[in-house]
């Protein structure tokens, strides 16, 4: 019998070592997650923008926001405004750029008193499911969630979030 159990044992050694390594090995997305995680509870944001691509998040939320609005455009009025509408926010993308890294920044050394790290605080990168394809990962919360993000490998190795995705 203590053969079986030592037997048993090792194998359950073997099979999860590799998967604690994995996911704690420092160039994967739950790694790179976890220091992100840690940096917002810290309230350290230079380290928080380590991992966060605040200028491709934006790029992308507008992006999505004129492709949601076009797809119901049926006339050539909305169309040509949309167009016009495109063509300030590219115009203004710098400046908007620069407000929501000001204002990230504001909400990740504040005192935390409107609560934006109380989920964080509760949160997991255990309760994540990622799905990496080469240098990106869709990473979504187990369960339902109307938002995904995409993140990217950077040439340091470590993973940045680049864009908010929203169902």
């Known amino acids: 019998m203590p053969k079986r159990l030592c037997l048993f044992f090792l194998v359950l050694l073997l099979v999860w070592i ?15 997650l976890s220091e992100l995680r840690t940096a917002l509870l810290d309230h350290d944001a230079e380290r928080a923008f380590r991992y966060i691509d605040t ?20 006339n050539p009025l909305e169309v040509l405004g949309l167009m016009a509408g495109r063509q300030a926010a590219s115009a203004m993308m710098p400046g908007i750029k620069d407000l929501v890294r000001k204002q990230l920044r504001e909400a990740i050394t504040s005192s ?11 949160a997991s990168v255990w309760y994540l499911n990622i799905d990496v394809e080469g240098d990106t990962a869709l990473v979504a919360p187990r369960g339902k969630s109307d938002i995904r993000f995409r993140m990217a490998r950077t040439t340091e190795g470590r993973w940045r979030i680049v864009e908010i995705i929203r169902k």
Request: aromatic share 8%; glycine share 4%; with cysteine.
């Open 18 to 32: 590799p998967l604690l390594l994995g996911c704690t090995l420092s160039n994967t997305p739950r790694r790179s």
């Open 55 to 74: 200028d491709s998040v934006v790029e992308c939320l507008a992006r999505d926001i004129f492709l949601k609005y076009e797809k119901k455009a049926n």
């Open 112 to 122: 935390d008193e409107a609560g934006y790290f109380q989920d964080i605080r509760k």
